[in-house]
């Protein structure tokens, strides 16, 4: 039986990766990318590399990893007259919920089904596709596109209608910045207060301050030898990205009328790192930049 073709678009940290996950559960995958690193890199782990028009012609399932909602809005633009009828779209990028929405718009008018399916796991969760997918769209969409999503990830979680899966990325995300910055102000404090990493971790891990930015992703070495911290905060998840989420949760804040003050006091700080030339260093990295008092509240 022939193999279920699949468009790839975005073949980038994320995306390439995801894609060679595809070809090796056994689908045959087209991709397309600007940047001729991320197509040669593509090339090698089997993906085939063609316009988009031409990738999108062949394919039953398009999957898109972009920086953008706008990257999405217009690349579906470009590709809608092109698309086999009743395709599936699947969005894996991060971005607005309005985008996401205005996507499944977009695949509805045209005769298709949509899916938004943004991660959590970073490019480790890509690359031993062990991502979660949080997604929005119907069941029927769904239960298409769940194989294909089970061949990228691990754990996929029915968020609700188009754009339940954004939402929940942006809310998560803005909880783990707060919490994040959280536990490095715990570690900032104890150390003024001449109160050992591990002593602090030992009481808050198994206490009411435990959480996951503590136990999982400590932001000091030590505690958790796995944590970026442990090697020179290198990413893992970096500064910039996260930023790219809390903006996400601001605008939504925005958009809903929302009380959110730790969440734009979390973007406030991680700008001011980002701006400080941290924006490649993983986002635990914040608690150097609390202790040098590099805040600007
Ligand atoms: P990236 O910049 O490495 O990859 C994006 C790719 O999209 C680039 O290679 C770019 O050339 C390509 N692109 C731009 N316009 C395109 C178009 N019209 N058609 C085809 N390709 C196009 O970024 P990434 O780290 O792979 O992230 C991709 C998405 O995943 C983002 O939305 C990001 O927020 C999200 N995300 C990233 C991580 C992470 O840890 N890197 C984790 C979770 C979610």
């Known amino acids: 039986m022939t193999p279920t073709a699949i468009a790839f678009l975005g073949l980038g940290n994320m995306g390439g990766p995801m894609a060679a996950n595809l070809v090796r559960a056994g689908y045959r995958v087209m991709g397309f990318d600007p ?31 972009l920086p953008s909602g706008r990257h999405l809005l217009s690349a579906l633009t470009d590709m809608l007259p092109h698309l086999s009828p009743g395709s599936l779209l699947v969005d894996c990028s991060t971005i607005d919920v309005d985008s996401a929405r205005a996507a499944h718009a977009l695949a509805t008018e045209g005769g298709h089904l949509g899916l938004d399916a943004p991660v959590s796991g970073g490019v480790g969760g890509a690359r031993a596709a062990t991502l979660t997918f949080m997604v929005g769209g119907s069941g029927a969409a769904l239960e298409r596109g769940r194989p294909v999503l089970e ?35 715990a570690f900032v ?19 009411s301050g435990q959480c996951w930015s503590l136990t999982s992703y400590c932001p000091v070495p030590g505690p958790v030898p796995t944590s970026p911290a442990n090697d020179g ?17 601001a605008d939504a804040a925005t958009a809903t ?21 941290e924006g490649g260093t993983d986002f635990s990295g914040i608690v150097r930049h609390l202790r040098d008092d590099g805040v600007t509240e």
């Open 151 to 185: 061949a990228m990830g691990q754990r996929i979680v029915h968020c609700g209608a188009g754009g339940a899966g954004q939402a929940a990325k942006i809310c998560n995300n803005m909880l783990l910045g707060i919490s994040m910055i959280g536990v490095a102000e």
């Open 35 to 65: 940047s001729e690193d991320a197509c040669a890199a593509a090339r090698e782990a089997g993906i085939g590399i063609a316009p988009a028009h031409e990738a999108v012609a062949q394919a039953a399932v398009v999957v898109t990893m």
């Open 233 to 249: 905060y290198r990413p893992g998840f970096a500064a910039a990205l996260m930023l790219k989420d809390l903006r996400l949760a």
């Open 257 to 277: 009328g929302s009380p959110t003050p730790l969440g734009a006091a979390a973007e406030r700080l991680y700008a001011a790192f980002v701006a400080a030339g």
């Open 189 to 207: 404090l104890a150390e003024r207060l001449g109160l050992s990493h591990q002593a602090l971790f030992d009481v808050a891990s198994t206490s």
